[in-house]
Structures are given as C-alpha cells and as structure tokens.
Nanobody, 121 residues
Framework: QVQLVESGGGLVQAGGSLRLSCAAS????????MGWYRQAPGKQRELVAT???????NSADSVKGRFTISRDNAKNTVYLQMNSLKPEDTAVYYC???????????????WGQGTQVTVSS
C-alpha cells in the first residue's frame, strides 16, 4: 500500500509565502516523476510543476519565477516553495507520484488527499 501525505497548506496574505511538502510512504521500489497540481472551485485540476528523479523540472507559466519544486529522493518527498502568492493561487493543491511499488516494471500513479491554500487580498 502506498500513501502520499501532503502538509503545509493554509491561509496567507497576498505577497506571502508557503511551503508544501508531500511524502510518499509504504511499499515503494522506486519513485519516478513527482508533481504538484491544483484545483480551484469550479475549475479543472491543472498542472503546477513536476520534477524527475534527476531534478529536471517543468512548471506552468502562471507560477514561473514564483514557485519552485524540489525533492529529496532519499525521503521520497517533494516540496513546493510558493513565493509572491496571489489570490488567484487559491486552490486545493494535490501532489502525485509515478512509482514502482516493486521491482516489476509496472509504474502506477498515486495522488495525495490535497491541501488547501488560500491567499487573501
């Protein structure tokens, strides 16, 4: 069984910062790409940023220069440092991970439960 547990969400004023964490635990052989997505009320879930095992990153244009994704491979943990937050960043933030639970070459996608980020104006 694999679990992704997020933490670090909350309420912050515009211009402030938050750091989200997401730790994968359970039966894990290898974690490949990890990422953050978000879903605002009435909108579809959208990509925020992803990071490979080697550290290559990809991020949405709306967060470039403000958000930084990183990971600790030894801890199977991904982070999202969010600076210069705007009210439009308000959403539930979800982490995901593509991983192999065993040495068998089958990759599965897992999601966290989500953490609320609210940015007040």
């Amino acid at each position: 069984q694999v679990q992704l547990v997020e933490s670090g969400g909350g309420l912050v004023q515009a211009g402030g910062s938050l750091r989200l964490s997401c730790a994968a635990s359970g039966t894990i052989f290898r974690v490949n790409v990890m990422g953050w997505y978000r879903q605002a009320p009435g909108k579809q879930r959208e990509l925020v940023a992803t990071i490979t095992t080697g550290g290559s990153t990809n991020s949405a244009d709306s967060v470039k220069g403000r958000f930084t994704i990183s990971r600790d491979n030894a801890k199977n943990t991904v982070y999202l440092q969010m600076n210069s937050l705007k009210p439009e960043d308000t959403a539930v933030y979800y982490c995901n991970a593509r991983l192999l639970p065993t040495s068998a070459p089958y990759e599965f996608l897992y999601w966290g439960q989500g953490t609320q980020v609210t940015v007040s104006s």
